[in-house]
């Protein structure tokens, strides 16, 4: 574990090293290594915790830089361009790209099974590593480090390019550990020049129906849809989770 590297690699000095520690120990190593103490000490090494602050930290930072770059956005725009930017998927491809899988503190078990690479591991990390940053220097150090290893797909991202709404589907379902949706086309009406496509997109729990002038544009609407759907009906337990 070479925190001097990371350190580096972040762009972030901790006044209090052992934030950044506990924020790269996950659960398996605590179990393994902490047997016969107290729960209550093996809960408070690992990084749950810090990646519930770090959760909520990463949402306002995001929602902010958005919110400054894009001025004149609509909401449902800031929206899209967030839950891109704070996904696991994006969260993971960060984190591989600042190595942080080579200084995570994971038990034997979970390094034989690859640990190291899960992107939902990494992606927690990450999150964890924010809210040590945010606890050891304060928001404003935070969000700077969030602008500064966010900058790359901060460039790339905009209210044009997150109208994906087939892969938004698929991250909150993730988020919510579902498995992936169904699409089925239901029908297809009108002259082979003027079809409309009828789509359902289905996933553990409901549906959702589209229609297009393509399959893909059917398809979008059916996972716009399901996403409206997703998050009227939001649990209370992600509620909790997901601050952000």
């Known amino acids: 574990m070479d925190l001097i590297k990371l350190e580096k690699a972040i762009g972030y000095k901790f006044s209090e090293p052992e934030?950044?520690?506990r924020a790269l120990t996950h659960r398996s190593w605590t179990h393994e290594n902490l047997k016969g103490k107290p729960d209550h000490e093996i809960r408070s090494a690992d990084?749950?915790?810090l990646e519930f602050i770090g959760d909520s930290v990463l949402g306002l930072a995001i929602a902010e830089i958005l919110f400054r770059k894009?001025?004149?956005t609509p909401?449902?725009?800031l929206t899209l361009m967030k839950h891109r930017l704070v996904s696991a998927v994006t969260l993971a491809e960060i984190a591989a790209s600042l190595s942080i899988g080579d200084h995570i503190r994971i038990g034997r078990g979970e390094e034989h099974s690859g640990g190291r690479q899960k992107p939902q591991l990494?992606?927690?990390t990450l999150e964890a590593l924010i809210g040590a940053i945010f606890l050891d220097g304060g928001y404003i150090s935070a969000r700077a480090v969030i602008s500064f290893i966010f900058a790359d797909v901060l460039k790339q991202i905009s209210p044009e390019t997150s109208l994906d709404y087939k892969s938004l589907l698929q991250e909150t379902l993730q988020a919510r550990k579902l498995p992936a949706p169904v699409y089925t086309l239901l029908r297809?009406?009108?002259q082979p020049h003027d079809r409309m496509f009828y789509v359902e997109a289905q996933w553990e729990g409901g549906s959702a129906a589209g229609f297009g002038k393509t399959i893909k544009a059917a398809e979008m609407m059916a996972a716009s849809r399901a996403i409206e759907a997703l998050q009227s009906s939001r649990p209370k337990s992600n509620q909790k989770k997901k601050l952000g």
């Open 75 to 77: 909401e449902g725009g």
């Open 70 to 72: 894009y001025p004149n």
């Open 19 to 21: 934030l950044l520690i």
């Open 122 to 124: 990494l992606a927690n």
């Open 47 to 49: 990084n749950e915790s």
């Open 188 to 190: 297809s009406e009108g």
